[in-house]
């Protein structure tokens, strides 16, 4: 079993800045790669920023030069800064973990999510 939590949403107003942070525990073996999805009401979930575990980073277009993720590989944790925040940036954040069990199996895992609300 592999455990995701996320933590560090939370209000702000527009221009702000809030940190979430995601830990991956369990029986994990290896992280090949961890990202930040979000999910705006009524709206499909998209991807926010990966990370791999060679730290090759990728974002989506509207977030770029404002979000930046990182990762913590000793502690299987992931990082989302986020900077310069928009209303448009409301939405519940996911984290999801992607790797191999101890087992040999390969797993991906998500969060229950945390709420980031920006207002105008």
């Known amino acids: 079993q592999v455990r995701v939590v996320e933590s560090g949403g939370g209000f702000v107003q527009a221009g702000g800045s809030l940190r979430l942070s995601c830990g991956a525990s369990?029986?994990?073996?290896?992280?090949?790669?961890m990202g930040w999805y979000r999910q705006a009401p009524g709206k499909e979930r998209d991807l926010v920023a990966t990370?791999?575990?060679?730290?090759?980073?990728d974002y989506r277009d509207s977030v770029k030069g404002r979000f930046t993720v990182s990762r913590d590989g000793a502690k299987s944790t992931v990082y989302l800064q986020m900077n310069s925040l928009k209303p448009e940036d409301t939405a519940v954040y996911y984290c999801?973990?992607?790797?191999?069990?101890?087992?040999?199996?390969?797993?991906?895992?998500w969060g229950q999510g945390t709420q980031v609300t920006v207002s105008s």
């Open positions: 369990g029986s994990i073996s290896s992280i090949s790669s």
């Open positions: 999801s973990v992607n790797g191999t069990t101890h087992w040999g199996r390969w797993f991906n895992s």
């Open positions: 990370i791999t575990s060679s730290s090759s980073t």
